[in-house]
């Protein structure tokens, strides 16, 4: 288990991170409410690989992800999946030449994992879904969710070629409800 000090550290430092991708992610205007290029996220899913069943979902997203801490209450047994399929539903106003995605896993302020994944070209107003497939780590080497939950935070950015759109940082609980079918 995590000390109280550890804990307050690590949510300084994620504070920190935050103001940071904020302050770097700014428009020409300065206007972080206007969502760069009409890039947007419109849902997001996790589901069990093997069986297609939901863990989680979020239908709701903030209309400008210029560096938005987020909160996530996830099941614990998304960590016993094999693996676990991500569903992202975006649209953008503007076309966008090489759609990237880059993202950090951290526990406290030590990154664990370092995912990208390349999207390539996306029509102008266009509604897009995304589908990738994280393998688990294997069996005795996943973390227990009781021992990380609120400490796990996932950095996530988004990029036309190195040009960013999007950026938002997620803190997961794992202490979420199955969903329900």
């Not at 940071?20 to 206007?31: F, Q, T």
């Not at 896993?105 to 266009?126: A, K, Y």
């Not at 069996?139 to 960013?164: A, Q, R």
Request: charged letters at 25%; one cysteine or more.
């Amino acid at each position: 288990a995590m000390s109280a000090v550890a804990v307050a550290e690590a949510d300084a430092a994620v504070a920190e991170a935050e103001r940071a991708i904020a302050a770097a992610s700014l428009d020409e205007s300065g206007d972080t409410r206007v969502p760069k290029g009409g890039f947007r996220v419109d849902a997001m899913s996790m589901k069990d690989g093997e069986t297609g069943a939901v863990k989680w979902a979020r239908s709701s997203w903030p209309a400008a992800l210029d560096g938005a801490a987020l909160e996530a209450r996830v099941p614990p047994s998304v960590l016993k999946c094999r693996e676990v399929s991500r569903e992202l539903t975006f649209s953008t106003r503007d076309a966008i030449a090489n759609l990237r995605l880059e993202q950090r896993v951290m526990l406290l302020d030590q990154v664990l994992e370092t995912w990208s994944f390349s999207f390539g070209f996306v029509i102008p107003g266009s509604t897009n879904t995304w589908q990738t497939v994280l393998e688990a780590a294997g069996e005795g080497k996943m973390l227990d969710p009781e021992d990380v939950s609120g400490l796990v935070y996932i950095d996530t950015v988004f990029f036309d070629d190195d040009k960013e759109l999007a950026s938002f940082v997620v803190r997961i609980h794992y202490d979420g409800k199955e969903c329900q079918s």
